[in-house]
């Protein structure tokens, strides 16, 4: 018996896990900057930057292929390791410095990223066309839910109002 609900729960834990990962448009990255110890892939909806090889690079891997983890202690791991990073998230691009990338997202810490000047040019300059798609998208998400729910909630409010109507009359 023990066994089921084991299975069950592991189950589950894969379901939910699947659910978690981020979502992206497409398969293939936009920019792709290969450098000796890490490599920053941009795709429509995500930023990721990926180490090459060491301890911390294990450790990167083992974060981003558990998403509760990364969710929960996101914040402790971003100090040692690069995590992924939603465009939708990231709050502003600045190019500082020779090919000095600074990426702020409220709630992370920021990530720095040094590439060659022209590198980075590009890497901002898509990532700000990017953004302002995505957070574009994000926006009409959200008013899209919040006019559905003030429908739902009319629609509560006129069936409840016809029912006490029905019973008024009885």
């Not at 040019?121 to 559905?148: F, H, Y």
Request: hydrophobic content about 40%; charged content about 35%; overall charge negative.
């Amino acid at each position: 018996m023990k066994n089921d609900w084991t299975a069950s729960l592991n189950c589950q834990l894969r379901t939910k896990i699947s659910v978690a990962e981020p979502k992206m448009e497409s398969d293939e990255p936009v920019m792709v900057f290969d450098k000796p110890h890490f490599i920053v892939k941009l795709y429509e909806t995500l930023l990721k930057v990926d180490l090459k090889e060491g301890a911390r690079k294990n450790l990167e891997s083992f974060v981003e292929s558990n998403p509760h983890l990364r969710e929960s202690l996101g914040l402790l791991f971003q100090m040692a390791i690069p995590l992924d990073v939603q465009l939708k998230e990231i709050e502003t691009v600045k190019l500082s410095g020779e090919g000095h990338v600074q990426i702020v997202t409220p709630h992370r810490r920021d990530l720095h990223i040094l590439l060659e000047k022209d590198e980075a040019e590009k890497l901002v300059d898509k990532l700000n066309e990017l953004i302002s798609v995505e957070k574009a998208k994000e926006e009409e998400r959200i008013t899209a839910s919040s006019k559905a729910q003030m429908e739902s909630a009319e629609q509560r409010a006129e069936s409840t109002f016809m029912a006490d109507r029905a019973h008024e009359r009885e």
